[in-house]
């Protein structure tokens, strides 16, 4: 079973308009965290947001924010206003211990596509 | 600047052939790790270590080998490269624990093995 998992291989939204990005995760960790990354067409790996399996309230980051429902183990990332700049895929990761060590796991990601 | 530094950025080889793709980082990172990228999978873990003379496998470890004799470099190499090999490869470092600290990417290798 995958740990994290992005269902939407394809999303389309028009730009102004907000964007949800879904992500579901497996872990039995009770200490975890949460990431999303950017990746435009030239290929860097941007760091967007992180959310902590303990923090109360959901992460925000200008206009990204993760909407983190633990009972229901999703981190759906929230873009605000798109904006064309947003064209991309996005990566869900999540952090957990492994051996000793905390590892991250990343999903096959989502591309978003803005249009004007 | 402070970051990760990924060499060659490019690279074509022949099947059987060996290489080694460098990854440096100066910013005292624990963990540092590969991943190979290929269309529809994510990014997938190579090997990787959380600090000098530690390493461990990931999710994908056959046909490369790494070491880790210094805090800040991470070579990866590869033994005999195969078609199945073509990919782009990241190197990617952070500090260890349970903290928000995110990771940092080298540019990425993008590898064709022919």
């Known amino acids: 079973a995958q740990k994290i998992t992005q269902t939407q291989p394809g999303m389309f939204v028009q730009e102004k308009e907000a964007v949800t990005l879904d992500c579901t995760y497996d872990t039995s960790d009770q200490s975890y965290g949460l990431f999303w990354y950017k990746q435009p067409s030239s290929g860097e790996m941007i760091f967007l947001i992180y959310q902590g399996s303990y923090d109360e309230q959901n992460a925000t980051e200008g206009r990204y924010s993760l909407n983190f429902q633990k009972a229901r183990k999703s981190a759906n990332l929230v873009i605000s206003a798109s904006q064309l700049g947003d064209s991309a895929m996005y990566f869900c990761?999540?952090?957990?211990?492994?051996?000793?060590?905390?590892?991250?796991?990343f999903g096959r990601g989502t591309s978003l596509i803005v249009h004007p | 600047n402070a970051g990760v530094t990924q060499t060659p950025k490019f690279q074509v080889l022949k099947t059987g052939q060996s290489m080694t793709l460098q990854c440096a980082q100066d910013m005292n990172h624990e963990y540092m790790s590969w991943y190979r990228q290929d269309p529809g999978m994510g990014l997938r873990l190579i090997h990787y270590s959380v600090g000098a003379g530690i390493t461990d496998q990931g999710e994908v470890p056959n046909g490369y080998n790494v070491s880790r004799s210094t805090t800040e470099d991470f070579p990866l190499r590869l033994l005999s490269a195969a078609p199945s090999q073509t990919s782009v490869y990241f190197c990617?470092?952070?500090?260890?624990?349970?903290?928000?600290?995110?990771?940092?990417f080298g540019s990425g290798t993008r590898l064709t093995v022919v």
């Open positions: 990761a999540m952090r957990e211990l492994s051996g000793g060590s905390y590892i991250p796991t």
């Open positions: 990617a470092s952070s500090h260890t624990g349970p903290s928000n600290y995110g990771y940092t």
